[in-house]
């Protein structure tokens, strides 16, 4: 049986690489929301698109669409939630969804989008970028008026302006719905 005092420097080594891994997720564009209890009658989804998965849907997409392919081949990862709401889970759904804006808010990231309806829609969307200003990850949450909570996370080399053709490519309504477009440039 080993000592302590020898297993002590490979326990040091594991838990320098789990904290450093755990540093560079926090630090990137991925956003834990969590996970959800489905409601008994209410719509539910979830697409969870880790980079494994995602490589293979470019490769697929490949030769039908090159330019969706790419788009993909450099994203990390990709989470949708869609959570029915009714008299049972509104209030909850809806605290959770504003604590994580402010969570958000308060790490960093940039709200480029804020909509609110009265009784409509309630939508807010958020860029992590990275010193260089590239864009690490997108977050966009919705609180519908059709009833229905929306959370969706981008993470990898976003560019605002292709959003709207992934979310239709991979069947995402919320993105396709986004109209994201860089300001000019002023000279």
Partial sequence: MKSIPRLFPTGLVVASVLTSS?????????VDFGSFEPPAD??????DLNKARLKLAATFTK???PEIAEIISNLEHVRVNVIGMDDANRAAATNRIEALRN???QQGWARIVTVREGAGANVAVFIKQADDES???LVVTVIGAKGEAVLVNVVGDVHL???GRLGERL???????LNL???PVES
């Fill in 181 to 183: 477009k860089p300001a």
């Fill in 135 to 137: 864009i690490q990850g």
């Fill in 171 to 177: 069947n995402i309504d919320p993105l396709r719905e």
């Fill in 103 to 105: 969570q958000l808010d």
């Fill in 161 to 163: 302006e292709q959003i």
């Fill in 42 to 47: 209410q719509q539910y989804v979830e697409v």
């Fill in 22 to 30: 755990a540093l560079a997720a926090a630090s990137s564009g991925h």
């Fill in 63 to 65: 030769h039908e669409d």
